[in-house]
Every structure is written in C-alpha cells, then in structure tokens.
C-alpha cells in the first residue's frame, strides 16, 4: 500500500482542488491520503471523508518557530471538528494575514503597488502566502519566474522576509493531541541544521509532546532515508512518508513517489 501523508491544494500554496488532488492520487495508485495545508483544514469542508478507492486521512501542517528557525508540525488523524483544532485554525489564520499585510506593506516601499490584493487573487481567497506573492509579480512582470520572485523579493533577507509570531512548539502539538491528532516533525532535512541542531530541535520537540518524524518527504537520497529512520529509532518515535506535493511536474514532489518506509521503524498508520 502507498501512504501519501503530506500534501497540499489551492487552499494553501499547491495549486489543485481538493477534488482535483484525490483524484491524482488515484492516478498514481496512492492508497491512503492526508491533506496538509498550511494551518487550515478549509480544504476538508466539501469532501467526504470515506472517498471511494481511497482513505482519506484528515491532516493539517502548522507553522511555528524553534531558535529562529521556521519549522512545520503535521497533524495528522485529527479531528477536523475539534474545539482544539477551530481554535489553533484561528489562531493561525490570523497571524498569517498579518503577515501577508506587512508583505504588502514591504513590496509597497520598493515600489509594488497592490501586492497585498493582487496575492489574494492569487489565493482565491484563501491562504495568502509568499508562492501568491511570487505569481502575482510575474503576473505583473516585475520577475520572469517564482524563483526570480524568492530571490529578488521574497526569499532570505529580502522585502517579503517577514517573520512571524506563530504559535509556539509546545501550543501547536497540544492543539493536534486535543484534537486526537498524531504531531509529526514535517521534513526535518529540509531546515538546513547541523547535526546537533536537528537533534536538539527532535529532543524538543519530543519533550513538547511530538510523536513521530517525517522519515521520507519526497525523492530523497537513500542516506537521507537510512539516517532519517535511524534518529526515528533513536528517538523511539513513529515513522512518516509524504511527497509534499504541491503542484504536478514537479517529479521531486509528486504523489506517491518516494521511497518506501524502512521495515524497522514503526509506521505512523499503526495509531489511526
């Protein structure tokens, strides 16, 4: 069986429909599915969650900090309804219009007008995040590319640089265990830490109340694979797959396609 536990629509920064993801999930023979916007669950309203020929995992994945790092946790299993995940939505929700406000705010100064509204056109009304903020600067032909975008004005340092006052690692892992949920550390490699870092970052993060890592996120190198599951052992945590997906044509990122689990780590799927 494929378990795909990370991936993302049009309600956050992918670009399919919610209807439109499943139904390429079926068409790369995923056989259980979770759906992780970026803190929200919009994407659940009109979805039945017993969707023929395949399982569909409520999921969630939030966005904190740890040590200036900006770091992603997985809900996953959760109960979409919870007061516990209504109020981490809101919470969430509220300081990522904040922030896109003040991106805004920035890409005015260097003489963007409308980037604010031109992103949540970009949304379609929903999450407004820097990828909205890269495709409307190509709209307007400020960048000839998403990347251009990051690198001219919305990556590192640049006007869209915006940090965040997300909810803290502990307040995060509670909103997901209240609400039933399962909180796995989201592509741990993809944070660029030294070694001693990244183990510092689990042993918190363990210590908040998190329950597994996400081993394998997307085309990885086997290594990736193999030293990934050893911290997942180590660390007597549960084990995670996901492509990340967020648009096709992306083969790094595509649904389905990624390595198998490691048969000696405990999969996350045993707790649903």
């Known amino acids: ?48 969650l017993a969707v023929e020929a395949i399982r569909l995992v409520p999921g969630i994945e939030f966005s904190t900090q740890w040590e200036n790092t900006g770091i992603h946790v997985l809900g996953l299993n959760i109960q979409l309804a919870s007061d516990a995940m209504r109020a981490g939505v809101e919470f969430q929700t509220t300081a990522r219009l904040q922030r896109a406000w003040r991106i805004g705010e920035n890409l005015e ?73 399962i909180a796995v550390l989201a592509h741990p490699l993809k944070y660029k830490l030294t070694r001693s870092k990244l183990k510092r970052l689990i042993d918190d993060f363990v210590r908040a109340g998190g329950q597994g890592i996400e081993v394998v996120s997307g085309q990885q190198t086997p290594q990736s694979t193999t030293d990934m599951a050893r911290l997942c052992e180590q660390k007597n945590l549960l084990a995670s797959c996901g492509s990340d997906f967020h648009m096709p044509g992306k083969h790094w990122g595509e649904l389905g396609v990624f390595a198998p689990l490691p ?10």
């Open 1 to 48: 069986m494929i378990f795909d536990l990370h991936s993302h629509t049009a309600y956050s920064d992918g670009v399919l429909t919610p209807s439109e993801l499943i139904n390429r999930a079926l068409e790369k023979q995923v056989d259980v599915l979770s759906i992780t916007d970026h803190d929200t669950v919009d994407a659940y309203r009109d979805l039945q």
């Open 109 to 181: 100064k260097k003489h963007i007008p409308d980037a604010f509204a031109g992103a949540g056109e970009m949304s379609q009304g929903g999450y407004i995040g820097r990828p909205h903020f890269a495709r409307y600067l190509v709209k307007i032909g400020k960048v000839n590319s998403i990347q251009a975008a990051f690198d001219k004005y919305l990556g590192d340092g640049k006007p869209g640089d915006v940090r965040q006052h997300w909810a803290e690692l502990p307040q995060i892992i509670q909103w997901i265990r209240d609400a039933d949920g």
């Open 263 to 272: 048969e000696y780590v405990t999969p996350v799927w045993e707790l649903f």
